[in-house]
């Protein structure tokens, strides 16, 4: 009887051989649009917790021309306060669940001109006390803009740091806290940067490109059942 050939044991996942690999995986494809963003100039807290927001349940592909739509016509707090809920709604129409968007983009606003004279500071207590805003939005805002080490996880980072096998954990917010405890925070922005495009166009949910990937050796590939 024949024997089937067990799959060559997979080494430890070492995060620190990864990075260098997915930094040069994701070199052909566009930046995460929170990044993109702020290489085009629109860095400011206020700005980038504001693309945040649009960004959520859309694409980066929607994210990114709403958000520039939106900036083209205002960029600061007390600009966007000037405008009316319904202005800014017709603004970022595209984007996902636009109309209570708008509602928190214009309040944030408003807050932001009333309580800190137009600037936001770089601090997660304060953007986490605008209703609406969330640690992931809190985090990209402070980390890309003023440079705070913070790690922000949306779905992507989730989903290839469980697949990784590097953490274990069921929801963003739990990958969020391993994270912390777990990733070298030399890493702490740039993993969101570099895990977008890489679960966007290579370790995606469905049918991910296992056979090209550069991490197949150390990957645990957790939770796949078939790939590319």
């Given at each position: 009887?024949?024997?089937?050939?067990?799959?060559?044991?997979?080494?430890?996942?070492?995060?620190?051989?990864?990075?260098?690999?997915?930094?040069?995986?994701?070199?052909?494809?566009?930046?995460?649009?929170?990044?993109?963003?702020?290489?085009?100039?629109?860095?400011?807290?206020?700005?980038?917790?504001?693309?945040?927001?649009?960004?959520?349940?859309?694409?980066?592909?929607?994210?990114?021309?709403?958000?520039?739509?939106?900036?083209?016509?205002?960029?600061?707090?007390?600009?966007?306060?000037?405008?009316?809920?319904?202005?800014?709604?017709?603004?970022?129409?595209?984007?996902?669940?636009?109309?209570?968007?708008?509602?928190?983009?214009?309040?944030?606003?408003?807050?932001?001109?009333?309580?800190?004279?137009?600037?936001?500071?770089?601090?997660?207590?304060?953007?986490?006390?605008?209703?609406?805003?969330?640690?992931?939005?809190?985090?990209?805002?402070?980390?890309?803009?003023?440079?705070?080490?913070?790690?922000?996880?949306?779905?992507?980072?989730?989903?290839?740091?469980?697949?990784?096998?590097?953490?274990?954990?069921?929801?963003?917010?739990?990958?969020?806290e391993a994270l912390h405890e777990k990733l070298p925070r030399e890493y702490w922005?740039?993993?969101?940067?570099?895990?977008?495009?890489?679960?966007?166009?290579?370790?995606?949910?469905?049918?991910?490109?296992?056979?090209?990937?550069?991490?197949?050796?150390?990957?645990?590939?957790?939770?796949?059942?078939?790939?590319?």
């Amino acid at each position: 009887m024949k024997r089937t050939k067990k799959p060559p044991k997979k080494k430890p996942f070492d995060i620190e051989a990864a990075m260098p690999l997915i930094r040069e995986a994701v070199r052909p494809y566009p930046r995460a649009a929170l990044f993109e963003l702020a290489a085009e100039g629109y860095d400011s807290v206020f700005e980038i917790l504001i693309a945040c927001i649009i960004s959520i349940r859309t694409y980066d592909e929607v994210t990114l021309p709403v958000s520039r739509r939106l900036f083209s016509r205002v960029r600061t707090p007390a600009e966007v306060a000037s405008l009316s809920e319904e202005e800014i709604d017709s603004l970022i129409r595209p984007c996902q669940y636009h109309e209570p968007k708008a509602r928190t983009i214009r309040n944030i606003a408003l807050e932001a001109v009333e309580k800190y004279e137009g600037t936001l500071p770089c601090d997660q207590e304060t953007l986490m006390s605008f209703h609406g805003v969330g640690p992931k939005c809190a985090n990209l805002a402070l980390g890309i803009a003023c440079g705070l080490p913070l790690i922000g996880v949306d779905i992507h980072v989730h989903r290839v740091t469980n697949r990784w096998g590097y953490v274990q954990t069921t929801s963003p917010e739990k990958t969020m806290e391993a994270l912390h405890e777990k990733l070298p925070r030399e890493y702490w922005i740039e993993i969101n940067a570099l895990l977008v495009p890489f679960g966007k166009h290579v370790c995606t949910g469905v049918q991910p490109k296992c056979s090209t990937c550069p991490l197949m050796d150390m990957c645990q590939q957790v939770g796949v059942t078939s790939h590319r």
